[in-house]
């Protein structure tokens, strides 16, 4: 998968992916060799944001703006 190799290769310390779902959470974040991550899913939609780590996530906070 594409996005995968991607997300190996950047070396980033932090990640964030919008519009992320929770089957690729479950199915393919343990295979981008980040051990820490968080997800929250959006409040009308079934995709959302996920943050992956190399450090443990202590503390988060996820704020979600709504525009209409």
Not at 24 to 45: A, D, L, M, Q, V
Request: proline residues 4%.
């Amino acid at each position: 998968m594409q996005i995968l190799e991607e997300i190996q290769a950047c070396g980033a310390d932090i990640i964030g992916r919008q519009e992320v779902t929770p089957a690729f959470c479950r199915n393919h974040i343990s295979k981008t060799g980040y051990p820490y991550w968080e997800f929250r899913k959006y409040s009308n939609e079934e995709e959302g944001l996920a943050v992956l780590s190399k450090s443990p996530i202590l503390k988060y906070t996820f704020l979600e703006t709504v525009v209409f």
